[in-house]
DNA sequence: GCGTTTCCTGACCATGTGGTCAAATTCCAA
DNA sequence: TTGGAATTTGACCACATGGTCAGGAAACGC
């Protein structure tokens, strides 16, 4: 009897701004139509927030993307928050992955350009999720506040200090840290959030995602330079 | 009896995608009334459409933000794409204008430079304008793909030659014309777009866009050196 | 096969939304 | 001061939207 099985509350927690009282921590088994279907949901409702923000998103646009009916929807999450919800968590891991990967002991400049790399990839694989997040902070993060504030900058604070510990060694130019890692996003993002533009800027017979990836290699070694 | 004084519908034709058959070219005078009550009306849409993107973006909220009616606003605009429309005509011309002043006889690094502290400021002192650029180019552009595909690309074509002959003259690093503006364009609108995010993770105390003017004219000095 | 749980949907509802309209009010030149 | 034009708005409309609900259809354990 267990109301919109797929949802995952736990997991919610952890960017919810406001928290919740309850979270029944129901049933976990996940049938196999539960796994298939709230997957589905959350692909097509990927694909219309990362267009339109969620406030220009409708159920009725994610059901006709997802083939479902609008009630369906709602079997499997409790409200288009819910959707929206369960992307911006799982979407924050993926994001801070590679960041989390950068490896003190590794040799800085490699480490710095595999991290621009692994973003760039990010870009080229994942460009809704990259709009997703887009939108998110566009609109002044109201639904990542806590995440962003927490979990990244934390994970911010210690890698700046790694690079700066690099610096200090004179492995790498001297650069404020925090900017250094904006300026990776920055460029890395903008190939996803601006495809359009991109693409109609450089015109037929382009590999933006490739040429952006040689291209990010010169000018990080460049700036890196000591 | 004009209905609509406010609006502007010449100069609407630029960036439109389909064409308009009519256009009344109506009475241009333009009272002091009008002249305030319209820009009024822009200056709330551009808040609240720069939030939310065109959908999520209401006539109340706009009506409420401006202080007037939502009636009133019917009055000045004939719907709630005109006013996106003039807006976006308005931002394109401040947008191109710094990179249209990139001027072929100057120094090539000081003009580089100065054409990165340009968009710096710009972000700085028009981060909604910023924000509604990005919106609408993460939605694919839908109400301006004939101006980026056509005025913004003939712009960028021309200035990418200027940056290829500096290249070719050794007087800059020799570097894809194309993605080295891509990459001014991501470093600067990245403090705008991503404010939320930049202050919450530098924290107090911090002055993103001075840092950021500082930390870009490094970058691109290293960059630019052949 | 059968009872129970899981899954799914048509019909519905309250509210929000873009936009209209007739009438009221304000402005301004003669 | 007054008459016509410009400006403003309350009331309204058709439609979209997020979400509900009662009941039907599959799926599953036995």
Redesign the pocket.
């Known amino acids: 009897?267990?109301l919109h099985?797929a949802a995952d509350w736990a997991s919610l927690a952890a960017v919810q701004t406001t928290t919740r009282p309850e979270s029944p921590s129901m049933?976990r088994p996940q049938?196999?139509?539960?796994q298939k279907?709230s997957e589905t949901i959350l692909q097509a409702a990927l694909e219309v927030f990362s267009t339109y923000g969620f406030r220009g998103?409708?159920?009725?646009?994610i059901a006709e993307v997802a083939g479902?009916?609008?009630?369906?929807l709602?079997?499997y999450f409790?409200?288009?928050?819910a959707m929206h919800q369960a992307l911006l968590t799982r979407l924050l891991d993926t994001w801070l992955d590679p960041l989390r990967d950068l490896d003190p002991d590794g040799d800085p400049v490699a480490e710095i350009l595999r991290y621009v790399r692994r973003k760039i990839e990010l870009s080229r694989d994942y460009p809704r999720e990259s709009r997703l997040f887009a939108n998110e902070i566009l609109q002044g993060a109201p639904r990542m506040q806590a995440a962003i504030a927490g979990d990244l900058k934390t994970l911010v604070d210690a890698k700046s200090a790694v690079l700066l510990s690099w610096m200090d060694e004179g492995r790498i130019a001297r650069l404020p840290p925090q900017h250094l890692i904006f300026s990776i996003w920055a460029l890395t993002q903008h190939y996803a959030d601006f495809d359009t533009q991109v693409r109609a800027v450089l015109g037929d017979g382009h590999d933006p995602f490739a040429e952006a990836g040689d291209y990010l290699d010169t000018l990080f070694r460049k700036l890196l330079a000591p």
């Open positions: 009897m267990a099985p049933s049938t196999r139509i539960q279907n998103a409708t159920l009725d646009q479902l009916s609008k009630p369906n709602i079997y409790p409200s288009k928050e």
